[in-house]
């Protein structure tokens, strides 16, 4: 009997350290997280449409969030934001020039030492960066390419702005330079590559990273990888409701457009378009490649994917050639694709998320607090499978703002030499000036559906659009609007405009 209760004592002995080695061997660690980020992708006229295989990876097998937007629609600030978790006039970064404070040394001394990446470091992340950082990033007058980024353990780092050939790299501070050999050069598959490279070390036991992978595409120059270069040939820019359309009531910049285009302009816009698409092939390809060494790897089922872009684009809306710098929706919507554990698939989601929330979202997702300086707000509770939030506890507004670089004279175009504009085409259509500097609050809720802005300049013009009676935001309605609806939007940019931290959050 003795013997026998031995026995069974054993037996339970054993069965309980199975059942607690099973238990460990269940509970995962923190989870891994790789974000990926485009250059220029817009969401309005079609600039997700070739991601096929992205879509399919993360999209399908997770959350399409389809309000998601920027709140700069330009390259450094909008960076800037998605580093800080903060607005423009909280971070500084105001456009892309080094006065601008585009990776500044006081940039760096301030912003930079607050980044996401940082707070990832405490819980022990492994971090790698590769592709493009900040627009002057690496120049001479922002430390070089010897300065690297507090909180990166693995940096590649692309010095100034997209280019797909004949560029610098900074790994880990030190200078490697490329040419235009496609193999050994071309940036989206460099990036790719250095993406496997760090891969191949990390294995479910050896502790959570984080890898973003920031590519040139679509950005101009618009190079395509040679077995891309006829991909939609018969392809042109969709011709949307704002195509080749004068935007008679709006800021003098819209105005200034030559209307209608010329037929080279179109023919050059629908050029640009098929190229735009080329480019991205190659990140499709990359999401690809990551997503399946992710998998050989044992990684997947504990990590987070996102995919994004620092703005949108236009490409002849308002008889505009082609650019960003606009508050209008196909230069603010960009793409949000989320999958990971946890997350049911085949999700589509309203809430409107800023780039300004990915920051606080992945301190969050690393089991810590997004501290209180950011403007974002963390949204991984909206990644639980099934999850809902009280409508009142998620925004409806959000600023938008820009501040206009440029200030040459342009020979060619001597009408416009008192207006400090620089950044012009050959046939006198300018993009962006000095004096094109506004500030826009962009509501959305239930039943309204509003964009009023204020341009800082001379005329101190202001616009206003329904879109639910207006989608293409076609007519200004300034002067019909509502007095009640426009007082109200007055406050609310007024209290934006200077929000800080939780104060952002609510209005």
Known sequence: MEGRGRGIFSMLSVLILLNVLQTCASKKGP??????????????????????KTKKLIGDEGIIFRNMFVTSPLCCP??????????????????????????SPIWQNQSEMRAFITYLKKQKYTTFFAGKYLNMYGRRETGGPEHVPPGWDWWNGLVGNSRYYNYHLSVNGTVENHKDNYEN??????????????????????????????????????????QYNNSFNDTKAPR????????????????????????????????????????????????????????QRKLLDNTYLFYSSDNGYHLGQFSMPHNKRLPYEFDVRVPLMVRGPGIKAGQLREEIILNIDLAPTFIALS????????????????????????????RESFVIEHQGAYNEIIPKCPQFDHMDLSHCNKICVCEDAKNNTYSCVRTLSADTNYLYCVFEDTEN?????????????????????????????????????????PSCHKI
């Open 31 to 52: 989870p891994n997280i790789v974000f990926i980020l485009t250059d220029d992708q817009d969401t309005v006229i079609g600039g997700e449409t070739p991601m096929t």
């Open 367 to 394: 089991a810590q607090t997004a501290p209180s300086q950011m403007d974002g707000m963390p949204f991984h509770n909206l990644l639980a499978q099934n999850a809902t939030i009280p409508a009142s506890s998620w």
């Open 185 to 226: 050069d071309y940036l989206t598959n460099i990036i790719s590559k250095r993406a496997d490279d760090f891969l191949q070390l990390q294995s479910p036991d050896s502790g959570p990273f984080f890898m973003m992978l920031s590519t040139p595409a679509c950005h101009g120059p618009l190079i395509p990888a040679p």
């Open 461 to 501: 013009f202001e616009e206003f659009y329904d879109l639910n009676k207006d989608p293409d935001q076609l007519s200004n309605a300034i002067q019909t609007v509502g007095k009640s609806v426009l007082m109200d939007q007055r406050k609310k940019l007024m209290e934006l405009s200077v929000c800080q931290g």
């Open 78 to 103: 909008s960076r800037s934001s998605i580093l800080t978790g903060n607005y423009v006039h909280n971070h500084g970064a105001v456009n892309n020039s080094v006065d601008g404070n585009c990776s």
């Open 240 to 295: 949307n409701g704002s195509f080749n359309v004068y935007g008679k009531d709006k800021h003098w910049l819209i105005r200034q457009a030559q209307f209608p285009m010329p037929a080279d302009g179109i023919a050059n816009i629908d050029k640009l378009f098929r190229r735009r698409w080329r480019t991205l092939l190659s990140v499709d390809d990359m999401v690809e490649n990551v997503i399946n060494l992710l998998t």
